[in-house]
């Protein structure tokens, strides 16, 4: 059984197009992030949900919309991609942000 | 700003030797220290905690915490080329339910047989 899971595992795509990526985790934990890792394996906080509730949005474009319709799930949605957006996304859970199970990543590739 | 800082790399050390990992962090009231592994195409995965001055040992991995000097270190005893990988640094800042992560940008360590 996979703990936390993201789909699509790889996402290419033209510059100005709308993508989403999808989270699911099966822990039971109330804690669910966004991460961003850029391609010098810096790993960058960008949304934190507790229990569907936004607690953390770190300075990140407004065309990036997370959503969680239940505390199994996060959704990360980007609008009007850009070259600057190829990454790899890591969607993670906790139960306190100590130790936080990572998903396998979404490699993201803006054309 | 919470900034956390390591040397990039890469580090190579021959198999078993001792590897020896650094990261320096800026917020002085952090509490909660963390190293985390990742293997290339992979995501990370925690391996070692450390909340307290001195050093925590689990099998060959040390980490050793000095908050004076802002400083925590990552020792692996006994190298093994299965111990390549990128080690991130991690430090906890915030309260409740804002408590968050800030990771260093990872030392890549390689293990030469």
């Known amino acids: 059984d996979t703990a936390v899971s993201q789909t699509p595992k790889y996402l290419v795509t033209q510059m100005g197009n709308d993508k989403s990526i999808k989270c699911e985790q099966n822990l039971g934990h109330d804690t669910m992030y966004w991460y961003k890792q850029d391609s010098k394996k810096f790993l960058k906080i960008m949304f934190s949900y507790n229990n569907k509730e936004l607690i953390i949005n770190e300075t990140v474009p407004n065309r990036f919309s997370p959503k969680s319709p239940d505390k199994a799930h996060l959704n990360l949605h980007i609008n009007s991609l850009e070259l600057g957006d190829s990454a790899v996304y890591f969607c993670?859970?906790?139960?306190?942000?100590?130790?936080?199970?990572f998903g396998p990543g979404t490699r993201l590739t803006v054309l | 700003q919470k900034e956390v800082e390591q040397n990039s790399g890469p580090l190579s050390v021959p198999e078993g030797a001792i590897a020896s990992l650094n990261c320096t962090y800026s917020d002085r009231g952090s509490q909660s220290f963390f190293w985390y592994r990742q293997y290339s195409g992979k995501s990370p995965e925690l391996i070692m905690s450390i909340y307290s001055n001195g050093d925590k040992e689990d099998g060959r991995f040390t980490a050793q915490l000095n908050k004076a000097s802002q400083y925590v270190s990552l020792l692996i005893r006994d190298s093994q080329p299965s111990d390549s990988a990128t080690y991130l640094c991690?430090?906890?800042w915030g309260l409740g339910s804002a408590r968050q992560l800030t990771f260093g940008s990872g030392t890549q360590l390689t293990v030469l047989p």
């Open positions: 991690a430090v906890r």
């Open positions: 993670a859970s906790s139960p306190t942000a100590d130790t936080q199970y």
